[in-house]
């Protein structure tokens, strides 16, 4: 095997896979990327077995051939490498990978390709389109809610769900960890078809963002019975389906509030962040009286002090006083995007539901309130 690549280009693949190759494994080709290279082709490949990546990128060839390398190592000299070419050569029947960037030489030794695991081309499948923006938009307003725990089962990914109303279709993520969640949906094209219930794993949702940020375009994506597969352009990401019941969410939603409180997004998030300085840091408990026109955020640790502060604010409803996690409320500020929140509260042992300000209908958080003494 012999080729020639752009030092921008074999970076661009190799960053690609950083967070998929398994760093600890029983396995160590898992760590490995596969390098296969037909013409002037280079397919490469990543693994941990539950998350796939499938690449092709230019090269010019001299000598066909396959191999696998350390995906980290191999990025380190890709990135460090003094010339704007690197050139790959494997002597026949050997698996030494002697590789030149100007005066810069390296040898490393790599395993056969024949051990890596089995990652398939995606076929051409029917399935939906949506946008990179608005693909990665579901993601950011979803992923922090995901469980981390490993033993809430149905809990440690999105689910993906079909929605919408006047003929519009409409692709709705949802995420709980038991204690808040987040919903948001965003037009689509085509179908949205499974066999089975479709729960994305945190990894794989992690590692699809970082994909949807590096360029532009529509992303294809479609659903079988145990995987994900999305296509844009000349790369494919796959991640296997997790197992498990996602929860009868809308019995979380309230259907109702008593109080309504409409708040500037930028402000309510900076007085969050002061006042939890004195929140225990295991549970971030802060205390919401909402009076008249006013909220005011109080937070108390008896062994290190308290701390107050007062917004105005739009309120509709009796006065209330009801304790939240900050840190969760923060998030769902975070990933809102309008220069107003409104906070709908029914009484101080209800969930709370927030909802962008301009009134947008399809995207929603709920938290769940804390007992404070």
């Not at 990128?57 to 990135?79: C, N």
């Not at 479709?198 to 994506?221: I, Q, T």
């Amino acid at each position: 095997m012999k080729f020639l690549i752009s030092k921008d280009e074999l970076i661009r693949a190799l960053s690609r896979v950083q967070g998929i190759v398994e760093k600890r494994s029983t396995n160590p080709i898992i760590a490995n990327v596969l390098l296969e290279i037909t013409g002037d082709s280079m397919r490469v490949a990543a693994t941990d077995t539950e998350v796939s990546f499938v690449g092709r990128y230019q090269v010019s060839s001299e000598r066909d051939g396959a191999i696998t390398l350390g995906a980290r190592q191999l990025y380190e000299i890709a990135r460090l490498a003094p010339a704007e070419t690197l050139t790959f050569e494997v002597p026949e029947g050997s698996f030494v990978v002697e590789i030149s960037s100007g005066k810069a030489f390296f040898k490393v030794l790599g395993l056969p390709a024949a051990d890596f695991p089995s990652v398939s081309d995606p076929e051409e499948v029917g399935g939906l389109e949506i946008s990179s923006v608005e693909l990665g938009s579901l993601i950011d307003k979803t992923l922090f809610a995901i469980s981390a725990d490993d033993t809430r089962t149905g809990l440690n990914g999105a689910y993906l769900e079909q929605a919408g109303e006047n003929g519009a279709s409409v692709l709705r993520f949802i995420a709980t960890d038991g204690h808040r969640l987040s919903l948001c949906g965003k037009p689509f094209v085509g179908e949205f078809k499974a066999p089975r219930s479709v729960l994305l794993p945190k990894k794989g949702l992690s590692e699809l963002r970082k994909l949807v940020e590096d360029g532009e375009g529509s992303w294809r994506a479609s659903f079988t019975e145990n995987q994900a597969i999305f296509q844009r352009g000349t790369i494919a990401f796959s991640m296997r389906l997790l197992e498990g019941d996602f929860p009868d969410y809308n019995q979380v939603i309230p259907d109702g509030w008593q109080r309504r409180v409409i708040l500037q997004r930028d402000a309510l998030s900076a007085t969050l962040r002061r006042v939890s300085i004195l929140a225990s840091e295991k549970s971030h408990p802060v205390r919401f009286a909402v009076s008249g026109g006013t909220v005011t955020i109080r937070a108390k640790q008896p062994e290190t002090g308290e701390a107050r502060e007062e917004l105005e604010a739009e309120v509709e409803g009796t006065d209330v006083e009801i304790g939240f996690n900050a840190r969760y409320f923060r998030d769902a500020l975070q990933a809102l995007d309008t220069e107003t929140v409104a906070i709908e509260i029914g009484d101080s042992l209800s969930p709370c539901l927030i909802r962008p300000g301009n009134g947008e209908h399809d995207e929603l958080y709920v938290i769940m309130p804390m007992r404070l003494e």
